[in-house]
């Protein structure tokens, strides 16, 4: 995906070619995007406080009983590790547009854990009233443990790709699918189920918590500043050639320099010195005010204000120290 490639710096496979005259292998701006979403993840995990309450609180065994409640369903989030999950989540919500909180059986413990999806290809549907359907996330994992996990299936799996090295490191695709009838996990090429577990509660186990939105499209909070984020590795990168070329200018010598010594103290000897001296090239007056611009307008884009990252100047007096 896009947003991932952005965020890891990978900018040539979201604009191929465009970069290629780079003598950069990394683009020489900060990653404003990355920056932006864990800064906003960070502010949106941790966890409010869970209490219970009762309508009649007039007795000691009412306090009791609400006092027992509260510290049950902290002990869900507690044994869920949930607030380790919840940084993840948070970046999910903003990068992606939502998160889904997923409800599984703990088998050792014996009790309910929730778990936070960080898989980048989910998909689900949702009925009228908004509540979740069927979810699935697709992932990969190494046809050896694939093999190992589910010895049931590897005679069709060998069968498939055949005999096969193991420095090769073929990868599988499997979705893990949740609907109202049961959990699945699927191996895709082939097609083989390989769990299939009963869902008892009678409805999907999955919570989608949605961004806002008027159009129904789901879309991530970093999704139109993609191309902005792009448009300033590509302005610093002719401004640094600029740069370049201005320094290392052609010497432009009169006609009677013979001989012209390079280096540092160098003495060329000549009828007009004031002749001699580096080809002037200007830079473009545009691009240090434009680099400016794009990185406002990508601020904007992303709703991360400049007083987030302490760069504000300004006076508490000021009324732009005050917004800061």
Not at 306 to 322: L, P, Y
Request: include cysteine; hydrophobic fraction near 35%.
């Amino acid at each position: 995906m896009k947003l991932i490639a952005i965020r890891k710096g990978d900018y040539e496979s979201v604009a191929p070619g465009l970069f290629n005259t780079s003598e950069f292998d990394r683009p020489l701006v900060a990653n404003l995007i990355d920056t932006t979403a864990r800064d906003i993840s960070e502010v949106m995990a941790p966890l409010p406080s869970v209490n219970c309450t009762a309508q009649n609180m007039s007795n000691e065994s009412d306090v009791k009983r609400t006092a027992l409640r509260g510290q049950i369903a902290n002990g869900y989030i507690q044994h869920s590790r949930l607030q380790d999950q919840a940084f993840q989540g948070a970046d999910r919500y903003g990068s992606f547009g939502f998160q889904a909180y997923i409800v599984e059986p703990d088998f050792v413990e014996e009790s309910p854990v929730i778990r936070i999806g960080d898989v980048v290809t989910a998909h689900y549907t949702k009925d009228y009233r908004g509540r979740t359907v069927e979810y699935f996330e697709v992932f990969v994992c190494p046809l050896e443990q694939v093999c190992a996990d589910y010895p049931e299936a590897e005679p069709a799996i060998r069968a498939r790709y055949g005999e096969y090295r193991y420095e090769q490191q073929l990868e599988l695709k499997i979705a893990r699918y949740y609907d109202a009838d049961g959990t699945y996990m699927v191996l895709l090429d082939p097609n083989i189920t390989l769990i299939s577990v009963e869902n008892k509660i009678g409805r999907c186990p999955v919570r989608i918590v949605e961004r806002p939105t008027v159009t129904g499209e789901v879309r991530g909070q970093y999704d139109d500043v993609i191309w902005v984020q792009i448009a300033r590795a590509l302005v610093q990168m002719y401004t640094m050639n600029a740069l370049e070329q201005s320094v290392n200018a052609p010497i432009a010598v009169p006609d009677d320099v013979q001989e012209m010594e390079i280096g540092p103290f160098s003495v060329i000897q000549s009828k007009t010195p004031q002749g001699i001296g580096r080809v002037n090239l200007q830079l473009s007056p545009g691009l240090f005010p434009e680099q400016q611009i794009l990185a406002q307008e990508q601020r904007t884009g992303s709703r991360y204000p400049e007083g987030r990252s302490g760069s504000i100047d300004a006076s508490i007096i000021t009324g732009q120290g005050v917004q800061a």
